[in-house]
DNA sequence: GATGAATGAGGATTCATTCAT
DNA sequence: TATGAATGAATCCTCATTCAT
């Protein structure tokens, strides 16, 4: 009788059991991520991290990369969901200072939350050589500056359009990084509004279009 | 019997070998930190790119760490050595944009010949928890930094001019990042120059004093 | 409640689901066991085999031991059903040549259809200490053999009569494996016919009781 | 001065060394394929067996096959070099019974010292799927197979030569099997006895190239 | 019964490091 | 000094088996 009762229930549960534990494992996947780095850290440390046996971390992931590229893809998914309505229309209409405001704050508020964003974009350390999994999130996001570089200054080359993404992504990261280096508090909050100013000077120039690249030669 | 002869031209020849594999043993880690990165390499293919073996390596370097030391220690030396006048009193006196290509094209210079610098300072890709070795790297080039930044600009608080310095050394070093990876040529020739127009842009209004660190709030 | 309604019908019908999944289960152990042997097999990859959970299984044998046995007996009863009457006293009446064909043809039809009869008669590989499942199948085959032997050759001593039959057999297994990796057709059927006149010529000698099992020394 | 004595002594001796230690790895896996067969063999368990660390085991072979390749090959030389002499024209010029002794008596001989032989010919215990390692040892010894039949019946056609070595190192194959299997003694030299009378009794026919191959049918 | 999550010991392999020569 | 053999702990990953649901 009682077997009838529920047909979904039953396997509904195991589902949720099975994203329980995969919540699980990719949160303390990220925490030793953050603490060790990617290259460092070893499945079974995760499996530790997160009170289970190796075994059961290999039932979900194949291998430490797919844990990373998963943690990743869902990070992006979140950052897009919480803070996505940041590029929208109308705050491309906002004029620099306030579209800075409205694009690096809630993207520094995600990231200060979930600092393995920037462990796994920095990921494999390798300089000028980065592994498959990290890119997928460089790219995403790089995409996503080049469209607002785009939009600000649409008279400039694609190369030119490019290599102002890049910098101004590299910027961001290089400016995350001393964010999450800085203690919370007044500090922190000074970092992110130096990291404002870096943007802001680097990139007004541009808003009128009037401005090649390279002004200094 | 022979070595009664000279008591001292052994020893020296003997140094003299030492020094020989020291500087091959660190170049041949360079090679590999900057293609598999510093966690990823071990320290035996280190010993297998100096042609030397295991047992060897370990007659010079107590581990894997104080290879990565005595390298950055190095580099570091060398840099000064090379481009150290860069800073001198006389090149303190130009204006913003003739200094920053005395001091900016150098650096960038060197890196591009010692590719692993880089890959050393970004070490343990940890994020706010840089590891003991690169710290010095970081902390060196930082203070040549913040004594520029103090020249420009004196009137700042401590404070504030670490937090510039902080920044312009993570610009620097994210803009590096993409200098190493574009190609030589004019890709990379236009990525210098652009790294050059953010610093330009970021500093420039600190030049004569009168602006504050925070103008957008 | 419902268990009350009939007490031997859904008993029977649970021991008839039951039946059903031990016969999907050693098919599927057969498979695998095929194509990877049996120290390669993985229990859990009979139970995906079979698209059941690993827990199904465990529920039906206790290890894989206990498969690789019972698939032995149900092999080696179901050739009894197909190709008992092989043996049959009025087939021993026949002339060699004739016996030959009416004893191996069903056998080696038996394990074409059932390849991996063979697989676990080779078992562990190990030779000269072969596993007690698979010591089944051949204890009970060479018995079989060694009827017909003492059957056409009663006048030999049983140490004479086991070593030809263990011999017979070791040729027939050695047979049916080119037999099996022959491909069907032409190729196959002219390698069974090759087999048939190495046992016919082997032992053809034996019949009419006058020859000793060493002649040629 | 020492040091300069002797200078190939020591590198000498330190082949020696790993000679020794190859030679000690070779006879551990020998005894433990023996024991357990080669799929069911674990290199830690030859480690143990040769008492030395994993580690040591791999600095001379990268992984478990490459073991069983070597040993494989050794062997062959080793066989080859013991009693390759079996295959020269002189023997060739014998008759069948006295060329079976030539041959077949080294052979076993060289089986029995060395078991591990057909643990490895048997190989991966999967039937019509042998793996590549095996293969070699296999296809080796079919070859001299195949020359002595083609000598003894030169007018076959290649199908029927290659068919009628096949089964003749089939049998040999398991005929080797019982024999290995029987105690020491009278039995086995029984066996032996047996073995050479099957394989006298199915080849002599060819001998004089009037027998087609499959006179049953 | 059925499921599939969970286990943890074990297997292959690597690596920092030591040691005898 | 230099060598390279040796170590053994640690890594990634699998698998027979158990257990809660």
Redesign the pocket.
Known sequence: MS?DVSEES??R???A??E??IAQLLQAAANVFCTYGYTA???????REA???????????????AIAIELGERLLHEMREAHGQAFTPGNLALPLPELLDVVVDPMIEFNCENPVFLALMHGSEVPGRIAEEHDALHANLLTSVRDVIAHFAPTLSPEERARIADMTFAIFKGGLGLVLAAPEGAERDATIAELKTVLLRYLSPLVDGTVTTTPTR
């Open positions: 077997e039953k396997p549960r195991r589902q059991r099975g329980r534990r850290t070893s499945t079974n440390a995760i499996a009170s289970v046996s190796p075994g059961t971390l290999y039932q979900y992931f194949p291998n430490k990369e």
